[in-house]
């Protein structure tokens, strides 16, 4: 579990540097309610939305085979990628 968090965070932030125009980037970790919480946060607008690729498929990938949960929007404000991994075994 701590290698996919890992993983997650490090595609995510590659993804701002990437594939946005965001001048700033937040990556929060923490734990609430028996899951460990993962969310980076970016002011880069995207009009359009975005696209799945490899990286957010292979995000998306890593929580849903440790039971978690993932989600990804971009929006004018900025992104964000969020995920959830459970800290009790399955």
Do not use: C, K
């Amino acid at each position: 579990m701590e290698v996919a968090a890992y993983r997650i965070v490090t595609e995510a932030l590659a993804n701002v540097e990437r594939h946005s125009s965001a001048t700033a980037a937040l990556a929060r970790v923490w734990v609430a309610d028996g899951s460990l919480h993962l969310a980076v946060e970016d002011d880069g607008a995207s009009h359009d939305g975005w696209v799945a690729g490899v990286g957010l498929t292979s995000m998306r990938e890593r929580t849903e085979q440790l039971g978690g949960g993932f989600a990804a929007t971009g929006s004018a404000r900025g992104g964000t990628v969020t995920a959830w991994l459970p800290l009790a075994a399955q």
